[in-house]
C-alpha cells in the first residue's frame, strides 16, 4: 500500500491492511512469515512541518526462523505498536556533514511522492525480533562433538581439553 503525501495533504490515511505470507520479502534475512501479517493504523502530514509525516499504528505477525542454538524452526509471535516520524530526503545535507541531535536519530527519511506500508513494517518487525533467537531460554543446543540436537537425545560426547598453551596466562593476577 502505498502511502501518498499528496493524499496526506487533503487528509489523515488510514489504513487496515492484511499482508499475506510472501508480499513482504524477508528473504535476505533467513526469516519466514508464518501467519498473515495484519496492521492497522493511520498516516498525517503534520501542519506546519514543510513534510514531515507521521505514521502510527499496530501489527500482528507470527515469524518463523532457525534456532541460532539447535537449528531448529522458532516461532515468534510479534504484536507490536509504531509511532514513526519521516521528512522528505531533500532535508539531508548532501555535501557536508551534519551532527544531528538525539531527537533527529529516531527520524526516518523518503523520498518522492511518499512510502510504502510494505517497506515500513518489514522494518518495524525485523526491529522486534530478538537479536539471538532461540526456541527457548532452556535450549541446549547442537553437540559440537556429534552434531546431534541435545533437546532430542542426549549424547556421552566427551569434550577434549582445549590447547591449553595460553593457560600460565589466567594465573596472573594484576
Same mark, same amino acid.
Given at each position: 500500500?502505498?502511502?501518498?503525501?499528496?493524499?496526506?495533504?487533503?487528509?489523515?490515511?488510514?489504513?487496515?491492511?492484511?499482508?499475506?505470507?510472501?508480499?513482504?520479502?524477508?528473504?535476505?534475512?533467513?526469516?519466514?512469515?508464518?501467519?498473515?501479517?495484519?496492521?492497522?493504523?493511520?498516516? =498525517?502530514?503534520? !501542519?506546519?512541518?514543510? +513534510? /514531515?509525516?507521521? @505514521?502510527?499504528?499496530?501489527?500482528?505477525?507470527? &515469524?518463523?526462523? #532457525?534456532?541460532?542454538?539447535?537449528?531448529?524452526?522458532?516461532?515468534?509471535?510479534?504484536?507490536?505498536?509504531?509511532?514513526?516520524?519521516?521528512?522528505?530526503?531533500?532535508?539531508?545535507?548532501?555535501? =557536508?556533514?551534519? !551532527?544531528?541531535?538525539? +531527537? /533527529?536519530?529516531? @527520524?526516518?527519511?523518503?523520498?518522492?511522492?511518499? &512510502?510504502?506500508? #510494505?517497506?515500513?513494517?518489514?522494518?518495524?518487525?525485523?526491529?522486534?525480533?530478538?537479536?539471538?533467537?532461540?526456541?527457548?531460554?532452556?535450549?541446549?543446543?547442537?553437540?559440537?562433538?556429534?552434531?546431534?540436537?541435545?533437546?532430542?537425545?542426549?549424547?556421552?560426547?566427551?569434550?577434549?581439553?582445549?590447547?591449553?598453551?595460553?593457560?600460565?596466562?589466567?594465573?596472573?593476577?594484576?
Amino acid at each position: 500500500m502505498f502511502l501518498s503525501i499528496k493524499e496526506m495533504e487533503v487528509r489523515k490515511v488510514r489504513f487496515d491492511e492484511t499482508f499475506e505470507p510472501g508480499q513482504i520479502d524477508f528473504t535476505g534475512e533467513a526469516l519466514e512469515q508464518a501467519t498473515p501479517l495484519h496492521a492497522t493504523g493511520q498516516a =498525517e502530514l503534520l !501542519a506546519h512541518s514543510d +513534510g /514531515e509525516v507521521r @505514521i502510527q499504528g499496530q501489527y500482528q505477525v507470527v &515469524m518463523t526462523a #532457525e534456532c541460532d542454538r539447535c537449528l531448529a524452526r522458532a516461532r515468534f509471535p510479534l504484536d507490536a505498536r509504531f509511532d514513526l516520524f519521516y521528512l522528505p530526503a531533500s532535508d539531508i545535507a548532501r555535501e =557536508e556533514e551534519v !551532527a544531528i541531535d538525539e +531527537g /533527529e536519530a529516531e @527520524i526516518g527519511f523518503y523520498e518522492g511522492d511518499g &512510502m510504502e506500508l #510494505e517497506e515500513i513494517l518489514r522494518e518495524q518487525v525485523l526491529l522486534a525480533l530478538p537479536m539471538q533467537r532461540v526456541c527457548s531460554e532452556s535450549c541446549k543446543g547442537i553437540c559440537p562433538v556429534c552434531g546431534k540436537n541435545r533437546n532430542e537425545n542426549a549424547c556421552d560426547c566427551k569434550m577434549e581439553n582445549p590447547d591449553d598453551r595460553w593457560g600460565a596466562l589466567r594465573n596472573l593476577h594484576l
